[in-house]
């Protein structure tokens, strides 16, 4: 995963601003977010 993300990074040479925020307009905070994909990982 760490390779592929370098690799990524290299060819598209995101701009800060393009990806800083990204999930700002979500209506969850950054923890229920997280609690909700780790429930998501448990279920059967």
């Known amino acids: 995963m760490r390779e592929a993300l370098v690799?990524?990074?290299e060819?598209?040479?995101p701009q800060h601003q393009a990806v800083f925020g990204l999930w700002r307009h979500r209506p969850l905070d950054s923890l229920a977010i997280e609690k909700a994909l780790r429930t998501?990982?448990?279920d059967p």
């Open 11 to 13: 060819q598209q040479q």
């Open 40 to 42: 998501e990982w448990s």
């Open 7 to 9: 690799i990524w990074l």
